[in-house]
């Protein structure tokens, strides 16, 4: 079933991984609840959020077997998904799994990694996301609000 999900997009492992990206909130609010209401309330949370560098260094894997790279630093990842939540509370990160929050880019089970990616956190998107098929609703710019 086609759901949304808020991500920070990874463009700098776009070539070792397919729709690279890191969740902040799964899921989000369903697709026909996706109004130019919040929209314009997401444009404006993400307008107020400091761009910030990061590396993918750390390949790990879930005990389901997923394997992943973790964000080092993770906790603007942490404080983002922490903020989303307190702003939307309706959807709760992971169903309401909080603790199950581990912000990760999955990778596939063969994938290698031969040098750290250092990465740049710049936007979040709104994404369709069923399975296979993602579609981009939206694209959010970090640090766009006027102090």
Do not use: N
């Amino acid at each position: 079933m086609p759901r949304t999900v808020l991500v920070v997009p990874v463009p700098e492992a776009e070539g070792l991984v397919p729709h690279a990206h890191i969740t902040l909130l799964s899921p989000f609010a369903p697709k026909e609840q996706v109004t130019d209401g919040l929209l314009r309330e997401l444009d404006g949370f993400f307008g107020d959020c400091v761009p910030f560098s990061y590396q993918l260094s750390e390949l790990s894997q879930f005990p389901g077997g997923t394997a992943y790279l973790s964000p080092d630093p993770v906790a603007p990842f942490r404080s983002l998904t922490h903020e989303l939540y307190r702003t939307f509370p309706e959807y709760q990160p992971y169903e309401g799994r909080f603790a199950d929050v581990v912000p990760h880019l999955s990778v596939p089970d063969d994938f290698r990694l031969d040098e750290a990616i250092t990465a740049f956190a710049r936007t979040a998107e709104l994404w369709e996301y069923d399975e296979e098929l993602i579609a981009v609703l939206a694209t959010f710019g970090f640090g766009t609000t006027a102090a």
